[in-house]
């Protein structure tokens, strides 16, 4: 059972590797690790992993996520991007796809309500809508996916998917996936937020426990 978010030694990262705890991965998968070894030889994984090391070292600290985004798309030498977007994040959605294009790449963008395809086509009732009584067409994101497939985007970037949606997305796109932001009303989109002011959030999660 590998509790690397528990370890608080992290010898992989201070490469002592002879402090390692008995839970590390490190001490019983190593034929795992050795698969992870060959699988970035492979066609186009070589490039992801090399530009991100490169794309991690240049811009620590000094880039933001979205130059981040515009330099490892440069060093990978992508030319066409997908933006798969919420409706909730609209405005940011036009401003980002400006900013990429001023950048120099052919963007393609997708919104997650793309079919309107109402929510009673996955059984939901309308007391069960986000507004009941109104017309609510179901997040699309498997048709986002093959939407930006079929137009051959080379990275695809997630902004404000909602949980689960953005999983969909990702197992059904084709091309490598980022995230720009993802989606948190209560939060401003900082979902780390419960995390860094966990003195106020801890007794509303706690509510999540699950019984002995």
Same mark, same amino acid.
């Given at each position: 059972?590998?509790?690397?978010?528990?370890?608080?030694?992290?010898?992989?990262?201070? %490469?002592q590797?002879?402090?390692?705890?008995?839970?590390c991965?490190?001490?019983?998968?190593?034929?795992?690790?050795?698969?992870?070894?060959?699988?970035?030889?492979?066609?186009?994984?070589?490039?992801l992993?090399?530009?991100?090391?490169?794309?991690?070292? *240049?811009?620590?600290?000094?880039?933001?996520?979205?130059?981040?985004i515009?330099?490892?798309?440069?060093?990978?030498?992508?030319?066409?991007?997908?933006?798969?977007?919420?409706?909730?994040?609209?405005?940011e959605? *036009?401003?980002? *796809?400006?900013?990429?294009?001023?950048?120099?790449?052919?963007?393609?963008s997708?919104?997650?309500?793309?079919?309107s395809?109402?929510?009673?086509?996955? %059984?939901?009732?309308?007391?069960?809508?986000?507004?009941?009584?109104?017309?609510?067409?179901?997040?699309?994101?498997?048709?986002q996916?093959?939407?930006?497939?079929?137009? %051959?985007?080379?990275?695809n970037?997630?902004?404000?998917?909602?949980v689960?949606?953005d999983?969909?997305?990702?197992?059904?796109s084709?091309?490598?996936?980022?995230?720009?932001a993802?989606?948190?009303?209560?939060?401003?989109h900082n979902?780390?937020?419960?995390v860094y002011?966990?003195?106020?959030?801890?007794?509303?999660?706690?509510?999540?426990?699950?019984?002995?």
């Open positions: 059972m590998s509790r690397c978010a528990e370890c608080g030694i992290y010898a992989c990262y201070t %490469g590797t002879g402090k390692i705890p008995e839970h991965p490190m001490k019983s998968e190593g034929s795992v690790l050795e698969e992870a070894r060959k699988e970035y030889q492979g066609p186009g994984v070589f490039n992993a090399l530009n991100s090391a490169l794309t991690e070292s *240049a811009g620590y600290r000094k880039w933001t996520r979205l130059e981040e515009i330099q490892f798309s440069r060093m990978a030498g992508f030319t066409r991007l997908g933006l798969a977007f919420c409706v909730g994040l609209r405005k959605a *036009a401003e980002v *796809a400006k900013i990429f294009k001023q950048a120099g790449f052919v963007v393609e997708v919104m997650c309500k793309t079919g395809t109402p929510k009673e086509f996955l %059984g939901i009732r309308d007391e069960q809508k986000v507004r009941p009584g109104q017309f609510e067409p179901m997040c699309n994101p498997i048709a996916a093959h939407i930006l497939n079929r137009a %051959g985007t080379e990275l970037v997630l902004l404000g998917l909602c689960g949606h999983s969909l997305f990702i197992k059904y084709a091309a490598p996936v980022t995230v720009l993802v989606k948190d009303r209560v939060l401003a979902p780390l937020g419960a002011a966990a003195h106020y959030y801890t007794p509303k999660l706690v509510a999540y426990k699950k019984p002995d």
